[in-house]
């Protein structure tokens, strides 16, 4: 496996992973799924300042994950919401806990301090939703801090949203500024791309 940075022709084959997540599950609360160029705008709009990765498998992209701001007001800017998605015939096979080892690292080096994770949560698991994303973070060491109820309707049903939170620095009096944009450089990212 290789952790890199996304690119924008990246776009149709991480399209391809994520559509069946907003067709048949509602892990997404999408409804559609987004056009080929709506997805390359929020690839570039992200990237452009939060980290963006794929995991690679030989030519193959097996999942994908990223961050972005958490809220958009200046004194948020240690926080941001994480997100990762994995190939559906991948699943289980520990890249997204690659994803997600990579993608924390390369925050802390940014100088993030705070990651939190909004997740979908059935109240009794269905075809379309499972435990499966809250059981993955809390092994990540995210743990719950509050649920909103009967926030998402999908596929004829009412989901819960949780959100999750790991802390991954020491929040100080003075925290240094965070320095948005400059993530491909980080060794994170490297060291993953030179020894995987």
Request: charged share 25%; glycine share 6%.
């Amino acid at each position: 496996m290789i952790i890199q940075p996304v690119e924008i022709n990246d776009a149709k084959e991480l399209l391809d992973i994520y559509s069946p997540y907003v067709t048949d599950t509602a892990v997404s609360f999408e409804y559609n799924v987004p056009s080929l160029d709506e997805f390359k705008s929020r690839i570039a709009r992200i990237s452009d300042r939060y980290p963006y990765i794929k995991a690679m498998e030989g030519d193959v992209i097996t999942g994908y994950a990223y961050a972005g701001p958490f809220k958009t007001r200046q004194a948020y800017d240690w926080s941001v919401e994480v997100t990762v998605y994995v190939r559906q015939t991948e699943r289980r096979k520990g890249i997204g806990k690659q994803l997600y080892a990579v993608l924390e690292n390369t925050l802390a080096d940014m100088g993030i301090l705070n990651m939190n994770a909004c997740i979908a949560m059935p109240k009794e698991a269905d075809e379309h939703l499972t435990k499966d994303s809250y059981l993955f973070h809390k092994k990540m060491g995210f743990n719950p801090v509050g649920t909103f109820h009967d926030s998402g309707f999908k596929f004829n049903t009412w989901y819960d949203m949780i959100w999750m939170e790991k802390m991954i620095g020491p929040h100080t009096q003075e925290p240094s500024s965070v320095k948005f944009g400059e993530w491909k450089k980080y060794k994170a990212v490297k060291l993953f791309i030179d020894e995987w």
